[in-house]
């Protein structure tokens, strides 16, 4: 009832014009949108729009409305350097990827991680700290954290339940769009023992719309089938590509689904896995979004019929499809194709080892191998076999997990035995994952001739592996450090990643901020307490998840 509330209220001040009144736009000049709110990212809804700065960093941003900086956070991925800010009139702005913070706010973060020997910053303030006005710059845009281009990430929040909403209803009559989205194909499922698309199987088949949007040749089916369509919406002005706001399907003029992106909480994020085809994108990077629900997805932004978006083709006769595609401007194509009813004999399932419920636990074991799946980790059931192989990189069997990618919405645990004791020391083993060209540590600790992990797919091939081989900790232009005052490092590590780093002079911290986007450590020694001080004796230790550890040491003249 509360968000039902909630959204009548942000409804009712959008048809009143009052939304843009209530923000100024973060920027004196033009503004242009190279990401949108909820567009599908890998595990997660993007949670704001993505601001272009004109290609170039140090864009000087004003706070949108009065209140109080009430967070700040530094780190090497995610958002970076980043603000937020706690306004008087209920909501929460952020501003992610920056380049430099307001001086004191920057000396008071530059204070904590000295006193806590650590780059990474996440801390809260009260409102009489840094009380902030409308229209003040409170940063400067950049390229930090996991980023990849010069841009400002804003998100607008409600703060009684931190719940994103999309910031475009705030700036609406600042950013033309007359562009409506565009799709480019569409999946066809038969749905297992149910459904069959005739002349192709009960598999899933993709129809592109080319440059029509109506399919050339009607779908010929029988049985019980689900669709799912893969598009991008556009904006005038630029040639990026961005999530489509409202999707809806109908059948023989009846809406069976539909889906519009507006707002989500945090913990909806990974419903997305489910939401669309997972196993296509991992296999092939293409996002479909699905027009039928699983059981066991949640997703508010998602509405169906009552057969959950599954569609029965069960007369002999055209059945008439059409989507919807619209913008939060209301632009909107439509594309209609047919399917045809042909009655005939649908095949059976292939029989699984095991059957997999969503709604509840599920333990699968092979020899020197457990699988636990807690209850509701699973969106839907799921029909899996369970192939044992060896390896000759590995020290325990390999056990590829079924052939499809499955998303699982918390952890599953797995425990795979160690064949042979190949090293004394038991904190170098772990647990290993490939998947096509994709092979990583999932991480894991030994135990009893055990090593157990938690998961968090399946269609992945898991091992038990060895790591006793250091990070690699290569110098960068090591003869210039003292002309330019930039001490930086590349430190990469193949198998468990990088853990830990910690560098030293003369025996005092120093801090190196990394870069997640190139693997990059940089010390600038005009900000150390050992500026002035010559020579400076360098340590630098770097530590990968096995706890093998690089120590690589210098002398600064």
């Not at 009380?131 to 950049?142: D, Y």
Request: one cysteine or more; charged letters at 20%; glycine letters at 8%.
């Amino acid at each position: 009832m509360f968000f039902l509330a909630i959204l009548s209220v942000v409804s009712m001040q959008a048809q009143d014009g009052n939304l843009p009144s209530l923000f100024r736009q973060p920027f004196d000049f033009p503004l242009y949108l190279s990401g949108n709110f909820g567009e599908l990212r890998s595990n997660h809804f993007h949670g704001g729009i993505d601001f272009k700065t004109q290609g170039v960093e140090g864009k000087q941003i004003h706070c949108i409305a009065d209140g109080y900086i009430s967070r700040a956070s530094i780190s090497p991925g995610g958002y970076g350097n980043a603000i937020y800010v706690t306004h008087d009139n209920g909501y929460t702005s952020v501003y992610g990827h920056l380049q430099k913070f307001p001086p004191r706010l920057a000396h008071m973060l530059r204070e904590f991680q000295y006193t806590h020997e650590t780059f990474v910053v996440d801390t809260i303030f009260t409102p009489d700290v840094f009380p902030v006005k409308r229209g003040e710059v409170i940063a400067l845009a950049g390229n930090s954290g996991y980023s990849f281009g010069p841009h400002l990430h804003m998100e607008i929040r409600e703060t009684e339940t931190n719940e994103p909403i999309d910031p475009l209803l705030f700036y609406q009559d600042k950013i033309k769009d007359t562009t409506p989205p565009r799709a480019t194909s569409l999946m066809v499922y038969p749905q297992k023992g149910r459904g069959m698309l005739v002349g192709k199987g009960s598999h899933k088949q993709a129809y592109s719309f080319a440059k029509s949007k109506d399919l050339s040749e009607p779908i010929k089916a029988w049985g019980v089938i689900g669709t799912a369509i893969s598009a991008n919406d556009y904006m005038d002005g630029t040639t990026n590509r961005y999530g489509v706001y409202s999707v809806t399907l109908s059948v023989d003029g009846e809406e069976i689904f539909s889906s519009t992106v507006d707002r989500f909480f945090f913990s909806e994020n990974r419903l997305i896995n489910s939401w669309v085809d997972y196993d296509e994108y991992i296999r092939h990077g293409k996002w479909y979004m699905k027009s039928f629900i699983a059981p066991g997805n949640s997703l508010r932004m998602l509405q169906s019929s009552e057969n959950r978006g599954w569609v029965d083709i069960c007369e002999e006769r055209d059945y008439h499809f059409e989507y919807r595609l619209s913008d939060l401007y209301g632009n909107t194509s439509v594309y209609r194709f047919i399917v045809q009813g042909e009655p005939s004999e649908i095949p059976l399932e292939d029989v699984c080892q095991y059957t997999l419920s969503w709604d509840r636990s599920n333990l699968l074991q092979k020899p020197g191998m457990q699988l636990w799946i807690p209850r509701g980790v699973l969106y839907e059931d799921h029909e899996m076999d369970i192939d044992v192989s060896t390896d000759t990189m590995a020290v325990s069997y390999v056990y590829r997990m079924g052939e499809e990618s499955v998303p699982m919405h918390e952890n599953a645990f797995l425990s795979i035995g160690v064949l042979n004791n190949s090293v004394v020391d038991t904190t170098k083993y772990y647990m290993a994952g490939k998947r096509g060209k994709w092979r990583g540590s999932v991480g894991g600790r030994y135990e009893n001739g055990w090593v157990k992990a938690r998961i968090r797919d399946l269609g992945v091939s898991y091992f038990v592996a060895v790591d006793t081989v250091a990070p690699r900790v290569e110098p960068i232009k090591q003869a210039s450090w003292r002309k330019t005052g930039i001490v930086s490092f590349r430190i990469s590590d193949t198998q468990t990643g990088i853990a830990s780093y910690k560098g030293t002079m003369n025996g005092e911290f120093v801090l190196f901020e990394y870069s997640s986007k190139n693997r990059r450590l940089t010390c600038r020694l005009k900000e150390t307490p050992v500026s002035d001080i010559r020579p400076l004796a360098l340590r630098l230790v770097v530590t990968d998840g096995c706890g093998n550890e690089t120590v690589y040491e210098s002398v600064i003249k």
